[in-house]
């Protein structure tokens, strides 16, 4: 044995153990691969002392593994798209009431069907077990707390759509990757509808498969830190894509023979997840979808594509209120969302938001983000002269779109 474990079985004094625990603990290369020279090490603060959902970010960052952030927090290539998504809320201005009789604010909705007390919706993600160990049961435990919040259910979450289901009261939309071979889309969404879905949301848009970010970093590192990218499908293993730039097999092939093809397999209503035109919002109601997602993967899909809310106004007229437009990516306050009511919106999706506050807190870290961002609404609601969601209308903005 060597002198350290030597020391550790004869010591008879507690103090003599634990400093040659620690000697042995300091020179493990387990240490040493959970340190990160990028973090600080401040005091992780009380929930309660956090007043924003901005807050909550440092925290999760904080308490994750690092690979498992960047895998959340970074943007596709130059992350254009990631900050034109924050930066288009500074575009438009909320035209303040002084005097309005605002004593109750009503926020309740219903969209295709399904009843909301807000009209703020959990946008889907994938993984959130890398999160929290309860991963997407308790991101719904949490919206379920938060006035019932609609929780979408990633098609890659961490667990299978049938045991979130099993445990939910509030309501469930399911997102659905499309796959180019159609019938192994069938069973997919027969567990979503069992599993009692209300809606499916197809992304139709291009998640990124490489954050140049992500590689940037490691490389100022030791080279400690296991490699962002993820592992390819077994079926992808070894084989080098069809396009050079990294862009995985089975992806850009999507085509509105599939979506008729589609359609009638779908007993509940269907969206289309990543519009960005009018032109497609218009091919979205000819082809029979019930509704649209305006949405660029929070910054993850095409780089030097617009804001959201720069384009919202544009979808929300070419579909002439036939079908309803909810919208995400970069949506983090309260006065985010009336904006993007009053620009034609029906509900608003919250992404990175809430991951934080799982994260950072677990289930009351949902709960919490989900009602600051719904108190923040009814306040700026207050303040514009709406005492109902009827009332909300693009004469409460001013934009000014660069």
């Known amino acids: 044995m060597s002198q350290i474990e030597n020391r550790w079985c004869s010591s008879l004094t507690r103090r003599n153990a634990l400093r040659s625990l620690a000697g042995f603990l300091a020179g493990s290369p387990l240490l040493r691969g959970q340190q990160d020279p990028f973090r600080d090490h401040s005091r992780v603060p009380a929930m309660n002392e956090l007043l924003t959902v901005?807050?909550?970010?440092?925290?999760?960052?904080?308490?994750?593994?690092r690979e498992n952030y960047d895998y959340m927090g970074h943007g596709v290539e130059s992350e254009f798209t990631?900050?034109?998504?924050?930066?288009?809320?500074?575009?438009?201005?909320?035209?303040?009431?002084?005097?309005a009789n605002v004593s109750s604010i009503q926020t309740a909705t219903e969209i295709l069907g399904?009843?909301?007390?807000?009209?703020?919706?959990i946008s889907p993600s994938s993984t959130h077990q890398q999160l929290h160990p309860q991963g997407e049961l308790a991101t719904h435990q949490g919206a379920q707390a938060a006035s019932n919040t609609l929780m979408i259910v990633s098609n890659s979450s961490s667990y299978p759509i049938d045991k979130i289901g099993a445990a939910a009261t509030s309501p469930l939309w399911f997102q659905l990757y499309p796959r180019e071979d159609f019938d192994a889309n069938l069973p997919i969404l027969d567990a979503a509808q069992a599993a009692g879905c209300r809606a499916v949301v197809m992304t139709v848009d291009q998640t990124a498969s490489f954050y140049e970010r992500d590689i940037h970093d490691r490389h100022l590192t030791d080279g400690g830190s296991a490699s962002t990218?993820?592992?390819?499908?077994?079926?992808?293993?070894?084989r080098r894509p069809a396009n050079p730039y990294r862009v995985a097999d089975g992806r850009l092939w999507y085509n509105w023979g599939f979506v008729e093809k589609l359609r009638p397999v779908v007993k509940v209503p269907l969206l289309a997840k990543g519009i960005l035109t009018g032109e497609d919002?218009?091919?979205?109601?000819?082809?029979?979808?019930?509704?649209?997602?305006?949405?660029?993967h929070g910054g993850r899909s095409m780089d030097y594509g617009p804001a959201t809310l720069e384009v919202l106004s544009e979808v929300v007229d070419?579909?002439?209120?036939?079908?309803?437009?909810?919208?995400?990516?970069?949506?983090?306050?309260?006065?985010d969302v009336?904006?993007?009511l009053a620009l034609g919106a029906k509900a608003?999706?919250?992404?990175?938001?809430?991951?934080?506050?799982?994260?950072?807190?677990?289930?009351?870290?949902?709960?919490?983000?989900?009602?600051?961002?719904?108190?923040?609404?009814?306040?700026?609601?207050?303040?514009?002269?709406?005492?109902?969601?009827?009332?909300?209308?693009?004469?409460?903005?001013?934009?000014?779109?660069s």
């Open 54 to 65: 901005f807050d909550f970010e440092p925290v999760a960052y904080a308490k994750m593994a």
């Open 82 to 99: 990631l900050r034109r998504n924050r930066q288009a809320f500074e575009w438009v201005e909320l035209v303040p009431r002084g005097v």
């Open 114 to 121: 399904t009843k909301m007390n807000f009209p703020i919706v």
């Open 229 to 238: 990218r993820r592992p390819l499908p077994a079926r992808q293993a070894g």
């Open 281 to 296: 919002a218009k091919l979205c109601v000819e082809h029979g979808l019930d509704g649209i997602l305006v949405s660029n």
């Open 318 to 335: 070419a579909v002439q209120g036939r079908i309803p437009v909810i919208v995400d990516s970069g949506f983090r306050r309260g006065t």
């Open 338 to 340: 009336l904006k993007a």
């Open 348 to 401: 608003v999706g919250l992404g990175r938001a809430q991951r934080w506050g799982l994260a950072a807190y677990g289930v009351p870290g949902v709960q919490r983000v989900l009602e600051i961002v719904q108190a923040e609404l009814v306040l700026a609601m207050a303040h514009t002269g709406c005492a109902n969601l009827s009332s909300i209308d693009r004469k409460l903005v001013r934009t000014d779109f």
